[in-house]
């Protein structure tokens, strides 16, 4: 399993992205997707989660009301668009296919991982 995001890039505080990661396997729609990021310095830290079906979504505090995860399961592809950017949202950004059918705030709770993609937030 292959997992490709992409979407990232330097914007300035307030703007918008929206990151895409494509899976390779029509398998992961049947599993929950995961976005994480992480900091020069920091630990991996959860930011978005979406159920098999998107019945069920859920968010980091620092992220709620200002992002939002969706999923296309007809195109094996995630998104996670982010709005009203700040420079402590610089990170970069990974998506991951859970173990299950949900998702998790645990990054153990997922198996197969991207690449990442680098958010750079300038004030």
């Known amino acids: 399993v292959q997992l490709q995001a992409s979407g990232g890039g330097l914007v300035q505080a307030g703007a918008s992205l929206r990151l895409s990661c494509v899976v390779s396997r029509r398998t992961s729609s049947n599993n929950g997707m995961g976005w994480f990021r992480q900091a020069p310095g920091n630990e991996r830290e959860f930011v978005a989660g979406i159920s098999w079906n998107a019945g069920t979504t859920g968010y980091a505090d620092s992220v709620k009301g200002r992002f939002a995860v969706s999923r296309d399961n007809a195109k094996n592809t995630v998104y996670l668009q982010m709005n009203s950017l700040k420079p402590e949202d610089t990170a970069v950004y990974y998506c991951?296919?859970?173990?299950?059918?949900?998702?998790?705030?645990?990054?153990?709770?997922?198996?197969?991982w991207g690449q990442g993609t680098q958010v750079t937030v300038s004030s």
């Open positions: 991951a296919v859970a173990r299950s059918a949900t998702y998790s705030t645990n990054s153990r709770a997922y198996n197969y």
